[in-house]
């Protein structure tokens, strides 16, 4: 399970980091917006024994990385 994720999550980080970057930086601006989006990377690794990587996982990223914006509001 591990090897697998490992390469599930570099993909996810590939295909999405920089439109959810763009993303976050709509919401909170440019200084904020990076660590915004490594924030939602960190906890999907943190809870990577727990959570389940299918068709909502765009869904998932966008809505965590809009909550933590909020948050950072």
Do not use: P
Not at 46 to 69: C, K, N, P, S, W
């Amino acid at each position: 399970m591990s090897d697998n994720f490992d390469l599930t999550y570099k993909l996810l980080f590939r295909k999405y980091y920089a439109n959810l970057l763009f993303y976050a930086t709509r919401i909170v601006g440019d200084e904020e917006a990076e660590d915004v989006v490594q924030d939602v990377f960190v906890e999907l690794w943190r809870r990577r024994d727990t959570i389940t990587v299918g068709e909502q996982i765009q869904a998932f990223l966008y809505r965590a990385v809009y909550t933590r914006a909020l948050n950072v509001l």
